[in-house]
Nanobody, 123 residues
Framework: QVQLVESGGGLVQAGGSLRLSCAAS????????MGWFRQAPGKDRDFVAA????????SYADSVKGRFTVSRDNAKNTVYLQMNSLKPEDTAVYYC????????????????WGQGTQVTVSS
């Protein structure tokens, strides 16, 4: 069992930055590919970014490529999402996810979800 707790969300102006953290407990996250998803009001939960077990490979949604960076510190059992050049359309609840699959299957295979953290970008 893995428990995931997100933090770092908040209100920021367009063009600003936020860094989300996802702290895991229960099992070491080095056993899992890790990812971030987001869900805006009235919309489906969408893939944002993923990182493989070693941290060497990453994957991003086209909408955030070049602006967001996913990273992980397996020693701290923590995953991060650095979000720069934020836009109002980035407003959503952001969820951390752990998958025993690969980053290529992250959109279809998530074993554990966090509770989410709200990110609001004002124009």
């Amino acid at each position: 069992q893995v428990q995931l707790v997100e933090s770092g969300g908040g209100l920021v102006q367009a063009g600003g930055s936020l860094r989300l953290s996802c702290a895991a407990s229960g099992r070491i996250i080095s056993s899992y590919a890790m990812g971030w998803f987001r869900q805006a009001p009235g919309k489906d939960r969408d893939f944002v970014a993923a990182i493989n077990r070693s941290g060497y490979y990453t994957s991003y949604a086209d909408s955030v490529k070049g602006r967001f960076t996913v990273s992980r510190d397996n020693a701290k059992n923590t995953v991060y999402l650095q979000m720069n050049s934020l836009k109002p359309e980035d407003t959503a609840v952001y969820y951390c996810a752990a998958s025993s699959g690969s980053i290529g299957t992250m959109t279809d295979w998530v074993d554990y979800w966090g509770q989410g953290t709200q990110v609001t970008v004002s124009s």
